[in-house]
Nanobody
């Protein structure tokens, strides 16, 4: 079983930056990739970004490409999401997740709130 704990959310003005962290523990040896997803009120949870645990291959949603950067520190067992040029529409609860080879989420963290004011 894998445990995921997110941190780093908060309130920021439009145009600002935040960095989310996801501490990973437990049975990580079979994890293919790590991803970030988000969910806004009244909307379905959506994919944001993902990175393979071993090779560092990344994937981004069109809405965040060029503004967000996903990275991982294998020694610290931590995944990061650097979010720049934030927009009000980025407001959501952000969830860290392990993903399979098809990038679908397998295990979820508890989420961290990101609020971008205009």
């Amino acid at each position: 079983q894998v445990q995921l704990v997110e941190s780093g959310g908060g309130l920021v003005q439009a145009g600002g930056s935040l960095r989310l962290s996801c501490a990973v523990s437990g049975r990580t040896f079979s994890t293919y990739a790590m991803g970030w997803f988000r969910q806004s009120p009244g909307k379905e949870r959506e994919f944001v970004a993902a990175i393979t645990w071993s090779g560092g291959t990344t994937r981004y949603a069109d809405s965040v490409r060029g503004r967000f950067t996903i990275s991982r520190d294998i020694l610290k067992n931590t995944v990061y999401l650097q979010m720049n040029s934030l927009k009000p529409e980025d407001t959501a609860i952000y969830y860290c997740a392990t993903t399979g080879i098809n990038w679908a989420a397998v295990s979820w963290g508890q989420g961290t709130q990101v609020t971008v004011s205009s």
